[in-house]
């Protein structure tokens, strides 16, 4: 994870633990691998003076995933600086992020597409 580079790569192996009644990974699991990771590269780059929420997610499975699995979560940082522009005047910006989760043969099992809801924090005014 290189949170300086706005990429994670996160990989899961198949056991017990994350695997359903027919052998193949729970969707809970695969979600679960790629849900925090937008919202950490945005917090971490745009700092305490920004807010950043899930706003809205989907998963669709495509392929039983019996192996291995990995994604990568990205973020540019041109992207992150327009966001950092629009916020400016404490608008709400939405962001909606793609991305794909590969088993250990390339073959595409889930995509998954997140959105959120990133803010500028507005001063608190001060006690009297």
């Known amino acids: 994870m290189n949170l300086e ?3 994670v790569r996160v990989k899961m192996p198949l056991t017990w633990k994350n695997q359903n009644l027919v052998g193949t990974h729970f969707g809970g699991s ?3 691998m790629v849900d925090p990771f937008y919202m950490m590269i945005l917090m ?3 700092g305490s003076k920004y807010i950043v929420w899930d706003k809205a997610a989907e998963i669709n499975f495509l392929s039983p ?3 291995t699995v990995h994604a990568d979560i990205r973020v540019d940082l041109a992207e992150i600086e327009q966001i950092r522009e629009l ?3 404490y608008e709400p910006v939405l ?3 793609h991305l794909n ?4 043969s390339g073959v595409r099992i889930a995509e998954v597409q997140k959105t959120l809801y990133i803010r500028r924090k507005k001063a608190k005014p001060f006690p009297q």
């Open 95 to 97: 962001r909606t992020y």
């Open 65 to 67: 995933g019996r192996s």
């Open 44 to 46: 971490h780059h745009l």
């Open 5 to 7: 580079l706005c990429h």
């Open 101 to 104: 989760i590969f088993d250990e």
């Open 87 to 89: 916020a400016e005047n």
């Open 30 to 32: 695969l979600y679960s």
